[in-house]
């Protein structure tokens, strides 16, 4: 199963490639790829895909790349609702503002032996972003993001971070370093490797 995996959807609003809202939803070896949400405002989140309003997804093997979106999340956003990714890769994926791979409000996230490498933010969370909610995120790799602030990971407002066993090498923030905690976020950082980055700071 594919989603325009030889051109692209652009669309005005949520979830370019695919919305998920109050449902659950399972995808394996799923590609998903050239999707795009490029209206004006705000709303135009997710470019790859969007889960929102209590829904769950869980994606196992998938590939997400090269989606781009007009605010935040070019690969997924999510909203107060649950998301899964094992054995996936995130890549190459755009947000005009925040959360180039994932952004995440008010959700779980958990991933597991993934790899985000190669998406950017113009502001925060070159891959990942998250405002509120948890992120459970081990036995990961980082590379090659960047972002203003935080081209790995930015965790903001009361947002709670666990990183176990990541590597972070080769992403550059231009002034937030790799990872990012801002607000009354936490992070818990646990057996990992994050190298500087390019520019500025690592942690």
Avoid at 2 to 25: D, I, K, P, Q, Y
Avoid at 27 to 50: C, E, H, I, K, Y
Avoid at 58 to 85: A, K, P, R
């Amino acid at each position: 199963m594919a989603f325009n995996t030889a051109g692209s959807a652009t669309t005005v609003g949520f979830g370019g490639g695919l919305r998920v809202t109050e449902a659950t939803a399972s995808l394996s070896q799923v590609l998903l790829q050239g999707n795009a949400t490029l209206g004006p405002g705000t709303d135009d989140t997710g470019g790859g895909l969007r889960v929102d309003n209590e829904g769950v997804l869980d994606l196992d093997g998938c590939t997400v790349v090269e989606n781009e979106s007009g605010f935040g999340g070019g690969g997924f956003v999510t909203q107060e609702s649950e998301l899964s990714l094992s054995g996936s890769r995130v890549g190459d994926n755009v947000a005009r503002s925040s959360g180039g791979g994932l952004y995440g409000s008010t959700s779980t996230i958990t991933a597991t032996t993934t790899v985000f490498d190669g998406n950017s933010a113009a502001t925060d969370g070159g891959a990942v972003r998250m405002q509120d909610g948890e992120a459970l995120i081990s036995n990961v790799l980082f590379v090659g993001n960047s972002a203003t602030n935080g081209a790995a990971v930015h965790l903001f407002s009361t947002a709670e971070g666990t990183l176990s066993h990541i590597t972070a090498v080769g992403n550059a923030a231009s002034s937030g370093g790799t990872i990012r905690v801002t607000g009354d976020s936490e992070l818990s950082l646990v057996n990992s490797i994050i190298a500087l980055p390019e520019e500025g700071s690592g942690v």
